[in-house]
């Protein structure tokens, strides 16, 4: 049977049963926990109206609230594990635009109850994920990927993945037609990818990254090109483990500037208060039909109810 909300956000906080519910809620238990807030503004590339007709895009720069995070529940997880995850809220005008963003360019799960299975069995050790590697395929590839990637020194250092797939709409004179084409976010870090050695790891402490950013930005933006990879025909549009060839197409959308410059605004001040709603879309780019992304924004909300 399909997976409840209330069931995922209880597989994501490792809370099977209603006692430890109410201890979660009263710990105000979140998942990506150990994170904080800064700020930017971001610049739409202004080429992208030639091809697709979402207004949002033809302003100058826009604002930017960025929350940098790691995976789980634990705030006290350690900065040399592999995640690292990027959150946006752009705020223009009339519209706005959130981005739920991960390091790792495949998701490890395909539909609910894998998504339900893979949190369950992490949360059991090394059987568990023995039992993953087993039973479900897209959690081996998951791992698999993992494994191969460093941690990276800096969050700017990192590359970022929509993961899920939007539909975006064509102006009237491209090739499509007024019709829409499917495509996924990537953001590609300007200061490049970096991977941290082994004796870097041995001298850093597990809390870094923080410190790292916030010092960086007073001197030099972090800085990242956002494209949309975009999908042809016969690849898959609703499954987020699956890697589109290299080779697509990519549409460059703008640039992000994370320099801190409104950090001491209230929105930014209390953003980890706050959600990121992967599916808060402005006018010409809607949800494609994967099961995981029509999945988030409930839970999201639900885990920010538990958490009051
Ligand atoms: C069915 C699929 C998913 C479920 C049930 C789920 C669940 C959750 C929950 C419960 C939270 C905590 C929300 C809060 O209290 O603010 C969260 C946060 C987050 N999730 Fe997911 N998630 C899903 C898919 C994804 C995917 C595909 C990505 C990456 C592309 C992702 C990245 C994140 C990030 C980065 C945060 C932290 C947001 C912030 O900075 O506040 N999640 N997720």
Redesign the pocket.
């Known amino acids: 049977a399909e997976k409840t ?1 209330p069931e ?2 209880d ?3 490792g809370t099977p049963d209603a006692a430890s519910r109410e201890a979660g809620k009263n710990v105000k238990l ?4 150990k ?1 904080f807030c800064t700020s930017g503004s971001f610049k739409p590339n202004p080429q992208l109206q030639q091809t697709l007709a979402i207004p949002f895009f033809n302003q100058d720069s826009i604002k930017v609230t960025a ?3 790691l ?1 789980g529940t634990n705030p006290q997880i350690s900065d040399k594990t592999t995640g690292r ?3 946006l809220k752009i705020d223009g005008d009339k519209e706005n635009l959130n981005f ?3 390091n790792v360019p495949v ?1 490890f ?1 395909k539909n ?1 109850e894998e ?1 339900f299975n893979f ?1 369950t069995k992490v949360k059991q050790g090394p059987e568990g994920k023995q039992w993953l590697i087993d039973n479900q395929p897209s959690a081996k590839a998951f791992f698999d990927h993992v494994r191969q990637l460093p941690p990276s020194p800096s969050f700017a250092n990192s590359r970022y ?4 797939s939007f539909l975006f709409s064509t102006q009237k004179n491209s090739v499509q037609q007024g019709e829409t084409v499917a495509g996924k976010w990537i953001f590609e870090p300007v200061a490049g990818t970096a991977a941290l050695s082994a004796s870097e790891l041995a001298s850093l402490s597990d809390d870094f990254l923080k410190a790292e950013l916030l010092e960086r930005i007073k001197t030099q933006p972090a800085q990242w090109n956002l494209y949309i990879q975009l999908a042809e025909m016969g690849d898959e549009i609703n499954d ?1 483990t699956v890697i589109w060839p290299e080779t697509r197409q990519r549409l460059l959308v703008g640039q992000v500037m994370i320099n801190g410059e409104r950090d001491s605004d209230p929105q930014v001040q209390q ?2 208060k ?3 709603n ?1 599916l808060l879309l402005p006018k010409g780019i809607t949800a494609s039909a994967d ?3 029509n ?2 924004t409930a ?2 909300v ?3 109810i ?2 009051q």
Do not use: W
């Not at 979140?30 to 926990?33: D, P, Q, V």
């Not at 993945?161 to 899920?164: A, L, Q, T």
């Open positions: 909300i995922l956000v597989a994501v906080n979140r998942n990506h926990t994170g929350r940098f995070s995976g995850f990027m959150s739920v963003t991960t998701f799960a609910l998504f949190q993945f929509g993961v899920n987020p953003c980890d706050g959600i990121f992967p099961p995981i992304l999945a988030r839970a999201y639900e885990s920010f538990r958490r």
